[in-house]
């Protein structure tokens, strides 16, 4: 059972343009919301990430915007770069328990036209 | 550090065979996870351990998976006998976290082993 909703599922911008990929949480309490970036044939690796203390976060052109009432959370790509092209997935950890678990969305896969 | 190490990359097998994946994670790293990516169900997780022991098995889909993880520096995932239905990148990470939520501990993967069951 998906815990974690992400939309879109393919997103297509252009140069220099402002990518946005949305997720939305359920019930579970999670603390720590990362994004992930994978390029084909690699593994997903750590781009970004956020507690829930926290409504925004910045590491250079990337965003994360993070609405702890509504749930949600975003990821804000600003002057999008081919080089950004990739599949993105947002993650949530859960509160309790051991290690490092983390629960995924479904993937966006992104495509920066240059 | 060359990173968390998967093998094989890629492999083809016949449905009814045994297949065994395996991974080697970072050294020092605490907790080791097992996740199925396909394009139907995204990125699942199937299984993961914290000290070499199994804490969270509920995402292994049928009895047909197996996970073991003999000592910190070693682990597979076998799948007897496979079915097409099988096919998809599994992936293996680690953590350096204690195993207690402690911090932001981040995920590291390894480049994944394609697996096609024909």
């Known amino acids: 059972q998906q815990q974690v909703k992400q939309s879109p599922q393919s997103l297509i911008v252009q140069k220099g343009g402002i990518s946005i990929i949305n997720c939305a949480y359920e019930n579970t309490a999670f603390d720590y919301f990362p994004w992930y970036q994978q390029f084909p044939g690699k593994g997903p690796a750590l781009l970004i990430a956020i507690r829930p203390d926290v409504s925004e976060k910045k590491e250079g052109r990337f965003t994360i915007s993070f609405n702890k009432s509504a749930k949600q959370f975003s990821l804000h790509i600003m002057d999008s770069q081919p080089g950004d092209s990739a599949t993105y997935f947002c993650?949530?950890?859960?509160?309790?328990?051991?290690?490092?678990?983390?629960?995924f969305g479904a993937g966006t896969i992104l495509r920066v036209k240059s | 550090d060359a990173g968390v190490i998967q093998s094989p990359r890629h492999e083809v097998t016949e449905m009814g065979q045994e297949v065994t994946l395996r991974c080697k994670p970072i050294?020092?790293?605490?907790?080791l996870f097992w996740y199925r990516q396909t394009m139907m169900r995204g990125l699942e997780l199937l299984i993961y351990f914290n000290n070499n022991v199994p804490i969270d098995d509920s995402g292994m889909p049928e009895d047909r998976f197996s996970a073991k993880m003999p000592n910190a520096s070693f682990s597979t995932l076998k799948i007897q006998p496979s079915e097409p239905r099988d096919s998809a990148v599994y992936f293996c990470a680690s953590t350096p976290g204690r195993g207690d939520y402690s911090g932001d501990t981040e995920a590291f993967f390894g480049q994944g082993t394609r697996l096609t069951v024909v």
């Open positions: 993650a949530a950890r859960p509160n309790r328990g051991y290690g490092n678990k983390l629960v």
């Open positions: 050294s020092g790293h605490n907790s």
